[in-house]
T-cell receptor
Framework: AQSVTQLDSHVSVSEGTPVLLRCNYS??????LFWYVQHPNKGLQLLLK??????LVKGINGFEAEFKKSETSFHLTKPSAHMSDAAEYFC?????????????FGKGTTLSVSS | NAGVTQTPKFQVLKTGQSMTLQCAQD?????MYWYRQDPGMGLRLIYY???????DKGEVPNGYNVSRLNKREFSLRLESAAPSQTSVYFC???????????????FGSGTRLTVV
């Protein structure tokens, strides 16, 4: 069965500094991996996805993530944080070859950005 | 605009009351899902429907029922609401490509339910 662990429940950075949100996954098959973002009192927005193409995935708003099979990790990074990046971020896994299998969400990481 | 539409956006129920949350998508997706979101818990799957005519339990199905009315619509019913069902509920739909690759979900805007 697949699972995902977000290693930090809360990350605080200053505006203009790098962002690192850590995620480890467990999957029986070749996984699809995603990062979603949720701003306060808003719905969920897809940031980026890995589906077995390039291991370095670029998403929206300058975010990117690298799939590392040997480390079972899919960490989210951004070179320079912006105030508007403050939100909750979810790492998500789905087993491939399992059509209809639902996405499994991590518990989330709250990103705070100070000026 | 194409997407997933949930109704209602807000609801307050008394313990023991019943209600149905509605969800419709216009992207011709085969799969639809209901999640609940609680603080510090992420999103947990309640039920899903891989295709029209099928439904399956997720991680937290107790106290809920679902109906996949047609390809577009997937409703969630609370037969006898309890305070523990106070949560934000999200409906989502998705499509699968070659070899079952999941291309990600499109989420509705959520229903904030309070049971008193």
């Amino acid at each position: 069965a697949q699972s995902v662990t977000q290693l930090d429940s809360h990350v605080s950075v200053s505006e203009g500094t790098p962002v690192l949100l850590r995620c480890n996954y467990s999957s029986s098959y070749s996984p699809s991996l995603f990062w979603y973002v949720q701003h306060p009192n808003k719905g969920l927005q897809l940031l980026l996805k890995y589906t077995s193409a390039a291991t370095l995935v670029k998403g929206i708003n300058g975010f990117e993530a690298e799939f590392k099979k040997s480390e079972t990790s899919f960490h989210l990074t951004k070179p320079s944080a912006h105030m508007s990046d403050a939100a909750e971020y979810f790492c998500v896994v789905s087993d491939r070859n399992q059509a209809g299998t639902a996405l499994i969400f991590g518990k989330g990481t709250t990103l705070s950005v100070s000026s | 605009n194409a997407g997933v539409t949930q109704t209602p956006k807000f609801q307050v129920l008394k313990t023991g009351q019943s209600m149905t949350l509605q969800c419709a998508q216009d992207m011709n997706h085969n799969s639809m899902y209901w999640y609940r979101q609680d603080p510090g818990m992420g999103l947990r799957l309640i039920y899903y429907s891989a295709s029209e005519g099928t439904t399956d339990k997720g991680e937290v199905p107790n106290g809920y029922n679902v109906s996949r009315l047609n390809k577009r619509e997937f409703s969630l019913r609370l037969e006898s609401a309890a305070p523990s069902q106070t949560s934000v509920y999200f409906c989502a739909s998705s499509e699968f490509g070659w070899a079952g690759t999941n291309y990600g979900y499109t989420f509705g805007s959520g229903t904030r339910l309070t049971v008193v």
